[in-house]
């Protein structure tokens, strides 16, 4: 479990401390860039592959638009 601050410090170290081309489009956990893996422990580091995969943001982002009949 973390405290108020050590769960806000990656948000702030992200916005602050790191450089934009660093963490620009990321996944960051305790105030790095977490590495992209295949099989995640949902308690491990990083982040799944499929979480961050450019196919499924755009299938996201068109059923986002359809469903509120809305283009963005």
């Keep these: 479990m973390k405290s108020l601050q050590q769960g806000a410090a ?10 934009a081309d660093e963490v620009g489009g990321r996944y960051c ?8 893996v295949r099989d ?5 580091p990083g982040v799944n592959h499929y979480a961050v995969d450019p196919a ?10 359809e469903l509120s009949a809305k283009k963005f």
Excluded: F, I, Y
Excluded at 40 to 44: L, Y
């Design 29 to 36: 956990e305790d105030c790095h860039v977490g590495p992209v």
């Design 10 to 19: 990656t948000s702030v170290w992200a916005s602050v401390r790191a450089s």
């Design 40 to 44: 995640n422990d949902p308690m491990g």
């Design 56 to 65: 499924h943001a755009q299938a996201l982002w068109a059923k986002s638009e």
